[in-house]
């Protein structure tokens, strides 16, 4: 047994996965063998979600049957939406709503715990399910709640990128909205063993169900070394629009003044994000459409800039998150639910992990190396 250290896990293989691959080198992005734009342009989030659940790509008629189960799954529990809007009275902050809401959803399912007759892998697919479909109603009502509005009911005739823009709006969003919320669904999916992942798997190899699995992941999302960063993007996008100047010569200036300039770098890709690239098209199709090019001016303008400054060069280069903010503002979101949104889509692969290694289990126990002291003498509390 080895005793070399590494901190964060750092290059440690801990579990074998068929979910998804990550190519940093080349940019590449793969679930289950299939490239990532083949996915985000030819298949629904719900086609996704079967993928990543079942093993393959479903025909028309699985599809039909998953994506009816998934829709019938929508509805939430009155007793869950009264804390959803408690929470939302109390400013709480979305990500801590949306895990507390998570947690709560176990009271409420009608046949929870444990069926001897069906075997485990059933139950969490099952459990995983309801989850996944309740996600978009909790969030769309925290947000209405923060505006005084009361929940809209979900449309089991909408997709579930389409029906969470609806109970969000009040309106059944447009061809081109749909379809990029849909691709932002794909894209954020699943991505390797991340720490919100390996947290849910952590969970679990315990055989804890997928609701305390899913509400961990959600718990590690929030940290801002984790999630947030498109929320950090968009807030400096409206810092540079405030400020009037020019984006390349507000970036000259920031980084003059040694700020970061958020949405650049990734743990794993070196090159551009292939989820960014995808995600800069449909900018572009959103600003087609609405005619305010804005976004996407100043995106791409920096972008080139820090480009042509050498950061490319030095394996810096744009992530997913320096388009996706752009795009959520686009469709009318709140900055501050960018990252519940991920944690929306990230909730079908953490179920896919956990279940896949539930399927092999075996708790994950690793070790840390002690650096306290030893031999230390005990005095009685009256001596001390």
């Known amino acids: 047994m080895s005793d070399e250290l590494k901190r964060g896990l750092e290059g440690v293989l801990v579990a074998e996965s068929d979910l998804s691959y990550v190519d940093g080198e080349v940019g590449k992005l793969v679930y289950r063998g299939y490239d990532i734009e083949d996915l985000a342009r030819g298949a629904s989030y719900e086609e996704v979600l079967y993928l990543l659940w079942y093993g393959s790509l479903p025909t028309r008629e699985e599809l039909d049957a998953f994506a009816a189960e998934l829709a019938a799954e929508r509805t939430v529990d009155d007793g869950v939406l009264d804390v959803v809007r408690a929470l939302a009275d109390a400013d709480e902050r979305p990500m801590a709503a949306l895990r507390t809401a998570t947690s709560m959803l176990s009271a409420y399912d009608p046949d929870a715990g444990d069926d001897p ?101 959600i718990g590690a999302l929030s940290g801002s070394l984790h999630g947030g960063a498109n929320q950090d993007v968009m807030e400096v996008l409206y810092e540079v629009d405030e400020s009037e100047k020019d984006p390349v010569e507000w970036v000259k200036d920031a980084r003059a003044a040694g700020r970061r300039i958020p949405g650049f770098g990734h743990r794993v890709y070196k090159v551009k994000d292939p989820r960014a690239r995808i995600l800069e098209e449909k900018l572009r199709d959103l600003a087609e459409s609405s005619g305010n090019t804005k976004w996407l001016d100043y995106t791409t303008a920096i972008e080139q800039y820090l480009t042509d400054q050498g950061l490319l060069e030095k394996g810096i280069a744009p992530n997913v998150d320096f388009y996706s903010g752009s795009v959520y503002d686009s469709m009318g ?25 539930q399927e092999d289990n075996r708790l994950i126990r690793p070790r840390a190396r002690y650096t306290g002291p030893v031999d230390a003498e005990f005095v009685p509390i009256d001596e001390r």
Not at 141 to 149: D, I, L, P
Not at 342 to 357: K, L
Request: aromatic letters at 8%.
């Open 117 to 217: 007759d069906e075997e485990v892998t059933e139950t969490s697919l099952r459990q995983g399910r309801r989850i996944t479909a309740k996600i978009p109603t909790i969030l769309a009502a925290f947000e209405r709640a923060r505006q005084g509005a009361e929940p809209i009911a979900p449309d089991p005739d909408l997709s579930h990128a389409g029906n969470f823009l609806y109970m969000l709006t009040g309106t059944e969003p447009d061809a081109v909205s749909e379809e990029t919320f849909d691709m932002a669904l794909t894209l954020h999916a699943d991505h390797g063993l991340n720490a919100s992942t390996f947290t849910a798997m952590v969970i679990g190899s315990t055989m804890a169900d997928v609701y305390s699995g899913v509400t961990g992941g």
């Open 333 to 357: 979101i709140p900055v501050d639910m960018y990252t519940p949104i991920f944690a929306m889509s990230r909730a079908g692969g953490w179920i896919a992990h956990v279940v896949e290694y």
